[in-house]
C-alpha cells in the first residue's frame, strides 16, 4: 500500500523558516519525481515544487522560488521541503504528492505564518 | 507559467443528469492533462490522467476527451457522491492547477 506521510508543519512568525518532511513507503521511491502542493483555506491546490527521480530536474511555482528549497534523500524514501523567509500568504496545508500526475497524496502538514 | 482555465465556476446539476466540465490551457499541454474531484476535509483523488484514462478504480461514468488546449470532463449521470469540486491539472511543463468548478445539485 502506497503511503506518504507529511510532517513540519506548524505555527511559524512571518520571516522564519520550517522544513517539511515526507516519508514514502509502498512504492520504488526513486522511480519517481515528488511534488509539494499547498492549498490554502477555502482555496484550490496550487503546485508548489517538483523534483525528477535523481534530483536532476527541479522546478518551483513564482509565488516561492528563491525561498524554498526542494530535494529528497531516495535511501531513505524521503522528501523535503525547506522554507525560508516566510509570509502569511503561505499558510495553507501542505501536501507531498507522487508524480508524474498525483495519484497519490499524503494526508497534509498545516504550515500557519503569523505574529 | 502554464495558466488553466476552468468553467463553469459552478454547475447546477440534478442527480441522473449528465455533467460537462470544461478546462483550458493557455498554450498547448499535449493530452499532459488530469481531472482531480476533491471533497470537503480530503485530498485531491485522481480521476484522469492522459486526458482520457481513468485511474485505477473509477467508475465508468466519468470520461475525458482533448489534447493540445482544450479539455472536457464528462459525469455521464450524476450520482449522490460526485457532488464536489472538480480541478483539471496540465503536466506538461511541471504542473498548474485550474481554479475549480464546483458541482452541486440543482
Known amino acids: 500500500e502506497v503511503q506518504l506521510v507529511e510532517s513540519g508543519g506548524g505555527l511559524v512568525q512571518p520571516g522564519r523558516s520550517l522544513r517539511l518532511s515526507c516519508a514514502a513507503s509502498?512504492?520504488?521511491?526513486?522511480?519517481?519525481?515528488m511534488h509539494w502542493v499547498r492549498q490554502a483555506p477555502g482555496k484550490g491546490p496550487e503546485w508548489v515544487s517538483g523534483i525528477s527521480w535523481n534530483s536532476g530536474s527541479i522546478g518551483y511555482a513564482d509565488s516561492v522560488k528563491g525561498r524554498f528549497t526542494i530535494s529528497r534523500d531516495n535511501a531513505k524514501n524521503s522528501l523535503y521541503l525547506q522554507m525560508n523567509s516566510l509570509r502569511p500568504e503561505d499558510t495553507a496545508l501542505y501536501y507531498c504528492?507522487?508524480?508524474?500526475?498525483?495519484?497519490?497524496w499524503g494526508q497534509g502538514t498545516l504550515v500557519t505564518v503569523s505574529s | 507559467e502554464i495558466v488553466m482555465t476552468q468553467s463553469p465556476a459552478t454547475l447546477s446539476v440534478s442527480p441522473g443528469e449528465r455533467a460537462t466540465l470544461s478546462c483550458r490551457a493557455s498554450?498547448?499541454?499535449?493530452?499532459?492533462l488530469a481531472w482531480y474531484q476533491q471533497k470537503p476535509g480530503q485530498a485531491p483523488r485522481l480521476l484522469i490522467y492522459?486526458?482520457?484514462t481513468r485511474a485505477t478504480g473509477i467508475p465508468a461514468r466519468f470520461s475525458g476527451s482533448g489534447s493540445g488546449t482544450e479539455f472536457s470532463l464528462t459525469i455521464s449521470s450524476l450520482q449522490s457522491e460526485d457532488f464536489a469540486v472538480y480541478y483539471c491539472?496540465?503536466?506538461?511543463?511541471?504542473?498548474?492547477f485550474g481554479q475549480g468548478t464546483k458541482v452541486e445539485i440543482k
Open positions: 491539472q496540465q503536466y506538461n511543463n511541471w504542473r498548474t
Open positions: 492522459g486526458a482520457s
Open positions: 504528492a507522487k508524480g508524474p500526475y498525483f495519484d497519490y
Open positions: 509502498g512504492f520504488t521511491f526513486d522511480d519517481y519525481g
Open positions: 498554450q498547448s499541454v499535449s493530452s499532459k
